[in-house]
């Protein structure tokens, strides 16, 4: 029987948290969706599906415009927003419906579904307490490169959400950086942990900043993703580097990450 299943635009790094904890821990998950933009010819429900050729004329009464990200007349059911007050995908179900929502705490689901077989999640209350603290910090530098992203897919970055985005990177990545101080090799203790999945999600999605180059540097800014980021976080760098080829990440991030340069590596 499924365990847990989501609904989301496809692919979606912040799902691969899911997906990478599932395979490590012997979870069964459904997921469900299509890219994003094709999201508007799907019914979002606990049932997500495509919607019938002709049914959206019947739909008027639950069209709705997208909030954060997509930017068309979407569907949403009144009982996926009972099941996901915000209205926001990666939409996580369990069996009886109850919604899970925010990518990190549908993570968190499926690594407490593994129960036993699961190492991700620390053994004890301090060190599961430790790896949400990363994963606290990780949503709020999830937020603000989110706020990037989305300007340079609408073609609206400007020097202030930029220098947003600065401080939003530096932060987290200087801690980042000390916590693999003294060459750690995880984020928390001496293994894999839901700190190390959370924090290659959100920089994987910021890969998608190689797509609008031209756009970053017509303003005279700098990408993230560069030469000098290397240099200055070259610790991060590399962790991010040695997880991407981490056998549980591979089948999520080797196509997608393929369509770009690696960070060390000169554009
Ligand atoms: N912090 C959230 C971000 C989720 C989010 O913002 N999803 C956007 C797409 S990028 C969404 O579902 N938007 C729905 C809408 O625009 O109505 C997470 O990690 O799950």
Redesign the pocket.
């Known amino acids: 029987m499924t365990d847990l299943s989501i609904f989301s ?1 496809l692919p979606n790094p ?1 799902l691969w948290k899911a997906s990478i904890v599932a395979r490590l821990c012997g979870v069964d998950l459904e997921i469900r969706g299509t890219s994003p933009g094709q999201l508007a010819d799907w019914l979002w429900d606990i049932e997500a599906r495509p919607l019938e050729p002709g049914e959206k004329s019947e739909l008027s009464a639950i069209a709705r415009n ?5 930017t068309t007349t ?1 569907y949403k059911t009144e009982a996926f927003m009972a099941a996901h007050p915000f ?4 939409a996580g179900f369990a069996p009886d419906g109850t919604g899970i ?4 705490s ?1 993570m968190r689901a499926v690594a407490r579904l593994g129960g036993g077989r699961c190492q991700l999640y620390g053994d004890d209350p301090y060190i599961a307490s430790r790896i949400d603290s990363f994963l606290d910090v990780t ?1 709020m530098f ?2 603000e490169i ?1 706020i990037y992203v989305l300007a340079l897919w609408g073609n609206r970055l400007d020097a202030t959400l930029h220098d947003n985005a600065i401080q939003g990177f530096t932060a987290y990545f200087g801690g980042i950086e000390q916590a693999l101080a003294a060459d750690r090799k995880f984020l928390v203790g001496d293994g894999l942990t839901l700190a190390d999945i959370a924090f290659f999600a959100e920089l994987a999605l910021l890969h998608n900043e190689y797509r609008h180059a031209d756009q970053i540097t017509r303003l005279g800014l700098q990408p993230f993703l560069c030469d000098e980021t290397a240099s200055a976080y070259p610790r991060s760098v590399a962790h991010f580097e040695k997880l991407r080829r981490h056998e549980a990440f591979v089948p999520d991030a080797e196509d997608y990450l393929g369509q770009f340069p690696e960070i060390t590596k000169t554009r």
């Open positions: 635009y912040r997208g909030r954060v990200g997509l979407l209205g926001n995908v990666p929502f925010e990518s990190n549908i949503l999830a937020r989110q």
